[in-house]
């Protein structure tokens, strides 16, 4: 059974930064290609930025030079460091763990960038 549990989520005001971070129960961390994805109201889900086990990054266009992932192996854990937050960057945030067998989802954290 593989858990993945974000927190960090909150409201900020426009400028300001959040820390996300997705703790994994389970064996799966290290081999997995870590993910953040957002959903804002009646949108679809979208990449916001990945890792892979061998630490490559990836970023969607909306969010590169501001947001910065990154992974800890000894600590089974992912953040997303979000800098310059914008009224847009609201959104329910998601942790994924994946692979080629497998593929996992956190519950999300509710992001809310507001003056």
């Known amino acids: 059974q593989v858990q993945l549990v974000e927190s960090g989520g909150g409201l900020v005001q426009p400028g300001g930064s959040l820390r996300l971070s997705c703790a994994a129960a389970?064996?799966?961390?290290?081999?997995?290609?870590m993910g953040w994805y957002r959903q804002a109201p009646g949108k679809q889900r979208e990449l916001v930025a990945s890792?892979?086990?061998?630490?490559?990054?990836n970023y969607a266009d909306s969010v590169k030079g501001r947001f910065t992932i990154s992974r800890d192996n000894a600590k089974n854990t992912m953040y997303l460091q979000m800098n310059s937050l914008k009224p847009e960057d609201t959104a329910v945030y998601y942790c994924?763990?994946?692979?080629?067998?497998?593929?996992?989802w956190g519950q999300g954290t509710q992001v809310t960038v507001s003056s």
């Open positions: 890792v892979t086990s061998s630490d490559n990054t």
């Open positions: 389970g064996s799966i961390f290290s081999e997995s290609t």
């Open positions: 994924n763990a994946r692979s080629w067998a497998w593929n996992h």
